[in-house]
């Protein structure tokens, strides 16, 4: 087999020392001892993981008792730390769990329940631990979520349909959309479901969305544009139940029950790749790499795709029932070969979970199962935080199971006492006098840091234009009276698209406002080009309208005069400006 890619090596290789089988049979052995060794220490993965193993890991049941049907873990930089942290610094890892009409998000700061509990050092199973926020999903359950990049919206989807976009710090829904369903010339339904399986952000987009649902219909939406989609791409003959966005932005893969595995390039509006899985696909992963390789998860077989030659390049089957769910493991495991710590430490590993209850563990390069974990029920989500240190295994039971390991910095130090002493005692009052001060530096402290760091408050427009409320943002501008304010919402509707949408369905009454700052600061030439713009968009807008009220035509009417003025001037203005061009030239010539 040729070698496509770094990560995946191939069987043999002409450099390499022969070996009897024996000894490659040995040393296969006790790289996968290690390796379930280390899964043993660190997660508690396996039967011989002892009370010491479970200190950091607690199990939680979602409100009645309904499943798990998604995990998502906040992959944005500022909710994981790097490993240097310990672990009781690297709680800020947020996650959120769709089960039944609701979604639930965990773990938004280090002082909630979730955090307190993985840190007190000892298992607390079937906790009754509540969600730090709670999102309603409307109507029926919720089936997917995904985090955008930079952890501050919240997409999911669910059996009704709906596609929403919430902010994860207030709970806010900021926009829905809402799949048609489709009727026939008798006017009944002919599709028969419409429910949102699968949801995705794109990649270098933070604004467009894609989904997938039973009615293997792949949908893009833009959530700055109408709450129709964008693009509507179909080819599946059954419902989709995974999509991914790939690196460059521009292509999505999608898996379906139809056994297929099919590449779309969003930009061409067409299928570029058909990929038979051989069974229904249940999940998708995108795996690190510049060259395009996805995993495909479906029936009890693992396959890995080369998405520039179309061809399998592995494929394994050790579940015994349906895989539900794949994912990436960083900064996890043993290296096969001798190398130190810190090369070890960056081992990649893929992660399945199944209907069987297990979770199993594989080298990303080969697909050797390593180790496994029984779980009691049917898993149908397993994740894990992209610093590798914090994993969740979602069941149908309405359990989830969060699993933290403990990372130790070089003066072994217990994670509890890295919080310091208890406040009132006399350790806390001594805890800098052992401190190590260079009496040859000298520290100034700022009056006004602390006023420094507070979050400054918004405006009322700043607000509007947060939660996608062109309108609002424009008429609370206006209220202000201050022309530098509605400036800058008038530049921000622009580069956004908004600006029609904003100045759009408006009496006569609202109208006044906008136009009375036109016509006063059209003039200025701070302010020329924007409301040049402003005045082009109404034209197209309210002129259809013109004389059904007298307020906005006396409005028209006067902009126009303003403007038929303003021209005159100019025009004076240029005339005047070639009679002293020409004056000049004259007494230049008489001057030679």
């Known amino acids: 087999m040729p070698q496509y890619h770094s990560s995946f090596r191939t069987s043999t290789r002409a450099a390499a020392p022969k070996h009897s089988a024996a000894q490659a049979t040995s040393a296969n052995a006790q790289y996968t001892a290690n390796e379930s060794k ?25 409100p009645n008792d309904g499943v798990v049907s998604s995990i998502s873990f906040d992959e944005s930089d500022n909710a994981s730390n790097s490993e240097r942290n310990v672990n009781v610094n690297s709680n800020s890892r947020t996650f959120a769990v769709a089960s039944g009409p609701r979604v639930l998000l965990y773990g938004t700061g280090a002082s909630h329940a979730i955090n307190r509990a993985l840190d007190r050092s000892s298992p607390d199973l079937m906790k009754s631990i509540t969600a730090d926020r709670q999102i309603s999903s409307a109507e029926g359950p919720a089936y997917c979520t995904s985090y955008r990049d930079d952890g501050r919206l919240l997409a999911f989807g669910g059996s009704n349909g709906l596609v929403r976009v919430c902010d994860t710090k207030t709970r806010a829904t900021l926009k829905s959309f809402q799949i048609q369903k489709m009727h026939s010339k008798n006017n009944k339904i002919s599709s028969t479901s419409t429910s949102i399986r699968a949801i995705a952000w794109m990649k270098h987009n933070p604004r467009q969305i894609v989904s997938g649902g039973d009615d293997a219909m792949l949908r893009l939406w833009d959530f700055s544009q109408d709450n129709k989609p964008v693009l509507t791409l179909s080819g599946h003959g059954d419902a989709i139940r995974s999509v991914v966005s790939l690196a460059d932005g521009l292509r999505v893969v999608t898996g379906s029950y139809d056994h297929s595995v099919r590449v779309w390039d969003i930009q061409q509006k067409s299928c570029l790749m058909i990929l038979d899985h051989g069974a229904p696909v249940e999940s998708l992963l995108v795996l690190p790499g510049a060259a395009g390789f996805v995993a495909s998860a479906g029936g009890t077989a693992i396959k890995i795709w080369d998405l520039i030659s179309g061809r399998m390049i592995q494929e394994t089957s050790t579940h015994s029932k349906t895989i539900t769910s794949l994912c990436l493991a960083h900064n996890c495991g043993v290296s096969s070969t001798n190398q130190t710590q810190q090369q070890q430490q960056k081992q990649t590993r893929l992660l399945s979970a199944g209907l069987d209850g297990h979770v199993k563990v594989y080298e990303l390069s080969t697909l050797q199962c390593l180790h496994g974990h029984k779980m009691g029920a049917p898993v149908t989500s ?15 039971d309405g359990t989830f199971s969060v699993r933290q390991r403990y990372l130790p910095n070089s003066s072994n130090v217990n994670p509890v006492e890295k919080r310091g002493p208890m406040a009132g005692t ?3 009052s001594m805890r800098i006098a052992s401190a190590n001060v260079d009496p040859n530096f000298d520290y100034t402290v700022s009056s006004s840091a602390s006023s420094s760091t507070k979050t400054r408050k918004l405006n009322r427009f700043d607000k509007c234009l947060k939660q996608f409320r062109y309108s609002d943002a424009l008429d609370q501008a206006l209220a202000t009276k201050n022309p530098e304010s509605v400036s800058v919402v008038l530049e921000e509707l622009a580069k956004r698209q908004g600006l029609e949408r904003a100045l759009s369905n408006r009496d006569e009454h609202e109208l006044e406002p906008i136009m009375s700052f036109t016509l006063r600061y059209i003039t200025q030439p701070k302010y020329a080009p924007l409301l040049i713009r402003v005045c082009n968009v109404l034209c197209d807008i309210y002129g259809p309208v013109l004389g059904r009220s007298t307020l906005v035509d006396d409005l028209f009417e006067k902009l126009r005069k303003h403007v038929k003025g303003e021209i005159q001037v100019q025009s004076n203005l240029l005339s005047l400006l070639g009679q002293i061009d020409t004056v000049m030239s004259v007494a230049a010539l008489h001057n030679m």
Do not use: P
């Open 382 to 396: 397993v994740v894990m935080s992209k610093d590798g240190v914090r994993l969740i295994i979602g069941c149908s």
């Open 38 to 62: 280390w899964w043993v220490k660190n997660f508690s993965f396996g039967t011989k993981a002892t009370e010491r193993h479970r200190r950091y890991q607690v199990t939680c049941k979602v």
């Open 426 to 428: 006399y350790r806390h």
